[in-house]
């Protein structure tokens, strides 16, 4: 079953407004707090057993993992309700903070950051496809505990008379810490890339909101395809990184470190289903993806312009010369 | 009677002619400056020769002698050299300079003994050791006898000339490097090669980090996930084992002549005459 929300006022649909943090209707500016809701719930008619929106009727042609999305006919808000019951429902999420035309404006300015934009991405219509969208995403706070062990070396050299004097001394070091790690953050979406989503980070989880559906009305939100057994190694992993470089940064005061040898247990981990704010654009053109994504919070930038493998050859020829001339220039004068 | 003085002024002019052309042979035996005892030349390369060391005594003043032999009867590659010299009346001026190189078949050694104060003076001994060290001895061990003679000829033709223009310039000093030597913009292939290597490098990894950060970065780290003030130390250990003690005595640059070289050692030869010299054996 699909829902959206209706202004008590004027009927009129009623959308999340990214400056504004209501509810609000486009209509007649009726605002109202965003919280669950129990009245103004249009439902769709969905006999045929597909998903209908509940305002025009036209038929919903939701992906699997869509959560929520705006009617291809109408523009309403559509919310599949069903799509977020149990452990499918987000626990939190991050609202936006940058809204469409800031969000265009990022986009224009890295359109043309390659100075060869292909024309196709100075059209207007360009724009159409870059949507605000709600990531699935797994957050964690852990506590762990590290034990490193490490060899050190400590080096003074001096010269007394006639004679260089080099002294070594040698340690033997240990480390057993505890470190606590919050809202550690990995995307759930398989079809997005996870290198390119942790150059999204950092999200300010301070900013986090109890979950409720009007928050949705409007934009599109993902479901999670990878579950919290499979991302909860990944997380690990990171953590582990984090908590063995900390460690490992505490062994002060040598000339050299060498870690013998380093383990990291969980003492504790907990994970929550969570979206986070995306401006998202895809687009295929002349065989090539093209890919833009900004941090609907920070406004933070990831992705490959559509530039020029020419203005990249130009470079390439421009340093390779310089370099060139230069070796040849120390080479004659070594030898 | 005037057949009597006739034949007194035939009999002169006969004279005369002999002594002309005999002189003129005698000069003519006299400028022979190759003498390829042992063979190792064919008539023609023993002309080149010839005239190339006539070329060098017009250009540079250098009186060049090549001699080729099998068998120095029991005498060492440096006596036969210089004997020879000496002997053949070689060189010009009052100090008789000039240079000998000498094929030794018989001892297997290859020699350039220098007479006379410049070019003593002017081809010193490591000089002489880059001569017949180099180009000539490659040569010679090749069985190239006649392009070893050239190198000779060649290489001292040069090291005089930069020698002489070092003591001349340089205020009385000879600081010569090795023929070969980059004086800055040879280009060898291997350089091309090395320089080209270092360019593309420092290109692609130039444009591949451009690339590479095009799309963004990663921009955090452990610290940002930490929980304020949530580090606890546990157990925090750094314990001495013991220390090693290295002692080198410093090595101080003060041994080993002045290098460089500028230096030519001499020796008189059989006759007495001041030699300088030096060979390499093949």
Partial sequence: MVINFNCPQCGADLKYNIKKKLLHCEHCDYTEEVREKQDGIRESADEDGRFHCPSCGAVHDAKEYDMSGICAYCGAPLIISERMEGSYRPVKLIPFEYDKSQADEAFLKWCDKGKLTPKEFKKKSILNHLKPIYAPYWISDSVVNTKMRARAERVRSYIVGDEEVIETEHYSVYRDMDIEYENVDYDGALSLD???????????????????????????????????????????????????????????????????????????????FVLLPLWFFEYNYKGKTYNFMMNGQTGKVVGEPPVSNGKAFAWFIGIFVIVFVIALLIGGLLL | MIFGSFRKLLTGLYILMITVFSAAAVTAASEQRVYDDAGLFSDSESRELEERIQELKAEQGIDFVVVTTDNTYGSSTRDYADDFYDNGGFGTGSDNAGVLYLIDMDNRQIYLSTCGQEPIRYLNDDTIQWIVGGEALRHVSEGDYYRSALSAIEDTAYYYEENKNSYENGGGSISPSPKGADNGFDLSATELGISGGIGVAAAGGAVGVMKANRGGKVTVTGHDYMKKGAVRINDQRDMFINRTIVRHRIRRDDDGGGHGGGFSSTHHSSGGVTHGGGGHGF
């Fill in chain 1, 194 to 272: 996870d290198e390119e989503m942790h150059k999204l980070d950092p999200y300010s989880f301070e900013a986090l909101k109890d979950f409720v559906a009007p928050y949705l009305a409007g934009f599109e939100a993902r479901q999670y395809d990878m579950g919290a057994e499979e991302i909860a190694p990944l997380i690990q992993k990171r953590v582990r990184g984090y908590a063995e470089e900390h460690v490992r940064s505490s062994i002060v005061g040598y000339s050299s470190v060498m870690v013998m040898d380093s383990a990291t247990d969980f003492l504790s981990m907990n994970m929550d």
